[in-house]
């Protein structure tokens, strides 16, 4: 019965383990901000390696390589203007459109019938380089010291657990009518198959309410042994809550103030929202923006209530896993009615042909026919990034070949 200490381990494990890949360590220099995914954005870039076999063709590949350093350049001046600073986070290297295509398939696909080319890249734009600054020292000091108190609570309740005699006089006691139920129904095992198959209501009865008597008092005393438990772990249970609820809302306030995320993907099937609901729809924007030459654009508040490692993003994600606020802005072809999730739909999907491996495509698959964009952080700072950035530029991308 004593699982108390490992649950408060596993507790501090989930605390403080963010989903990173081993080469974006805690002491990169934007810690506790999101860290690069070095990985990943060096096996995107590994043009070599991933052109062996057609499994990506040279135009795929010069169209990557061009929206990256346009995307990047985008960024950076929008950086200089606000004295802001800004890295790449993630970027894509999807060499087929989808897994049910083998390679074996895929790579004997000319550049004429490839499919649209999908591609993805995150930025981290640090908004303000004095709160990054407090975060980590908030990190590095107040949350640890928080953390080693929650800890020698910990300890100090389990040494008082351990000394308890009256818990284990409950545990003694369970025990003891466990062990009687135990036996008896062993010694009754033969009469009880007996009354079975005579269908003897009578004796079978008598021999269940038996064995829940034994359970129940089994099961009283412990009720009796948690609720002592209980009681002796108040002192660090109160300061586990105390010290995740903390984490979770400074977290929250640090982020917002000093980083926002830039997401670009280019030639998705679907593009969602940012925020999910228990159903796993999209839950939609409730502010509508004006964003000339844009298909769609709107600014959610994220309604639920903000969840440990919002701010994390893993290895094959490009957004927060639930931040506060996310913006999204649509260029280029989608259908006007959203799927049965709330997921916005490329124009070019509603065509099975534009999709197949065996047709040439009039439009060939390094032709940006649809751009999203999603930018999360706080409100104010979205704005100045929908506001700032060179939307005529984005908007220009639309039906032009990449390469």
């Not at 408060?8 to 989930?14: A, I, R, W």
């Not at 021999?207 to 209980?230: G, L, R, T």
């Not at 030459?293 to 709107?298: D, E, K, V």
Request: with cysteine; charged share 20%; net charge neutral.
């Amino acid at each position: 019965m004593k699982i108390r200490s490992l649950i408060t381990v596993c507790f501090l494990t989930g605390l403080f383990t963010a989903p990173r890949s081993a080469s974006a360590q805690e002491d990169c220099s934007w810690f506790p901000a999101p860290c690069p995914h070095e990985s990943e954005i060096t096996n995107a870039q590994s043009f070599t390696e991933r052109q062996a076999d057609n499994k990506i063709t040279p135009q795929e590949l010069a169209m990557e390589s061009n929206l990256r350093n346009f995307f990047t350049d985008v960024l950076q001046k929008l950086a200089k203007q606000k004295h802001w600073q800004l890295y790449e986070l993630n970027e894509s290297y999807y060499d087929r459109p989808n897994s049910l295509i083998g390679y074996a398939q895929w790579e004997t696909v000319p550049y004429e019938k490839r499919p649209p080319h999908g591609y993805q890249i995150s930025f981290i734009l640090v908004v303000n380089r004095d709160s990054l600054k407090a975060w980590k020292d908030w990190f590095t000091n107040d949350l640890t010291q928080q953390s080693n108190q929650a800890v020698t609570a910990m300890n100090t309740d389990r040494n008082n657990e351990a000394n308890n005699k009256l818990l284990q006089t409950y545990m003694d006691s369970a025990q003891y009518y466990g062990q009687l139920s135990g036996k008896y129904m062993q010694d009754h095992q033969a009469q009880y198959m007996s009354d079975i198959q005579s269908n003897n209501k009578k004796g079978i009865k008598e021999h269940d309410d038996k064995v829940a008597w034994y359970q129940k008092k089994s099961d009283a005393f412990i009720k009796k042994y948690q609720d002592v438990q209980n009681g002796v772990y108040a002192v660090s249970t109160n300061s586990f809550n105390d010290l995740k609820s903390n984490k979770i809302k400074s977290t929250v306030a640090f982020a917002n103030s000093a980083i926002v995320l830039v997401h670009f993907s280019a030639n998705s099937t679907q593009e969602g929202f940012g925020v999910t609901d228990g159903d796993q729809k999209c839950i939609l924007p409730q502010k509508p923006l004006t964003v000339p030459g844009a298909f769609y654009a709107g600014m959610l508040h994220n309604p639920q209530p903000p969840q440990d490692h919002a701010y994390d993003v893993g290895e094959a994600d490009f957004l927060f896993s639930s931040p506060t606020h996310i913006t999204t802005v649509l260029f280029g072809g989608w259908l006007h009615k959203y799927d049965s999730y709330n997921y916005a739909r490329a124009a070019f999907a509603a065509n099975p042909a534009n999709l197949n491996l065996t047709r040439v495509k009039t439009t060939k698959c390094d032709v940006v026919q649809n751009l999203a964009m999603h930018v999360e952080g706080r409100p104010d700072h979205i704005q100045t990034v929908i506001q700032e950035i060179n939307m005529a530029a984005l908007q220009k991308l639309i039906m032009t070949s990449a390469n």
